[in-house]
Structure formats: structure tokens, C-alpha cells
């Protein structure tokens, strides 16, 4: 916790429903929302019940959750906003081309794009499945 001079208040909470249910907040702010539990996401949203806002914020997972649902659907009360690492002034193009080379196309894709993967799909790649496959033996 820490306590402003002001008389706010910033408290990090754990990311469990039992940990953040109980709690009020004038700003709520749920981080990396794409791999928070549904239950906690469903109990941390009750923080601002009483008029608060919320904002939550992540980088993307799977096409499924909350977060995908709000990123994806067209309800009027929220704002949506994208932004790829190659437009963070402060992430350099050179560190962004070595996580390329570093990493398959689809978890670069997701992690520095702002693309949510399929569900799965990571699971098997091709260059897995070529790697999983023993060369012919001669006869």
C-alpha cells in the first residue's frame, strides 16, 4: 500500500477473488486482464460498483475470457485503445527484431502485435511437428 499525501491510497492487491472481494475503489485498475481468472475478474469488477471507474488493460491471450470478450465486443460504454510495442517510442526496433528471430511468428504476433492467438494453436507448430518427425533410415 501506498499512502499519498493527498490521503489516497494505491493498493496492489493479490490477483484472487477472495483476495479483492471486500474492497471499493474510485480506480480500478486490472493489469495483464487476459490471464486473470474469471473468477477474480468477475469479483474485482464489484470494486467500482459504488462509481468507480475501471481500466484494464493486457496484452492479449487467447480468442476467449473477459478480456477478449470487452476487447472484441461493441458495448458502447467502453473505450478501446491498441497500441503494438513498435509504437512505444521507448522499445527499441532492435530489441523487437531479435525477439522475432527468438520467437515463432504467432507468440511474436501476440506479445509485441497485439494479436489474440487461437486457442491451442501454439500448442503444435509446424516447426514442432518437424521436429517431433525421425529422418528415414536407409535400407
Not at 493489469?31 to 474485482?44: G, K, L, M, Y
Not at 522475432?100 to 516447426?127: H, I, N, W
Request: proline content about 6%; charged content about 25%.
Amino acid at each position: 500500500m501506498l499512502r499519498l499525501a493527498n490521503g489516497s491510497r494505491i493498493i496492489s492487491l493479490p490477483g484472487t477473488a477472495r483476495s479483492v472481494r471486500g474492497w471499493t475503489a474510485k480506480l480500478l485498475i486490472i493489469d495483464e486482464a487476459a490471464f486473470v481468472e474469471p473468477a477474480t475478474f468477475t469479483a474485482a469488477r464489484a470494486l467500482v460498483a459504488t462509481g468507480g471507474r475501471l481500466v484494464v488493460q493486457s496484452t492479449p491471450a487467447d480468442e476467449a475470457g473477459d478480456f477478449y470478450e470487452l476487447v472484441t465486443g461493441d458495448d458502447p460504454a467502453w473505450s478501446r485503445y491498441t497500441i503494438r510495442s513498435d509504437e512505444v517510442p521507448t522499445i527499441l526496433p532492435a530489441f523487437l527484431e531479435a525477439e522475432r528471430r527468438a520467437m515463432s511468428p504467432d507468440a511474436y504476433a501476440t506479445e509485441y502485435e497485439c494479436q489474440f492467438g487461437k486457442v491451442g494453436a501454439t500448442l503444435f507448430t509446424a516447426e514442432r511437428i518437424a521436429g517431433l518427425i525421425l529422418p528415414e533410415e536407409p535400407q
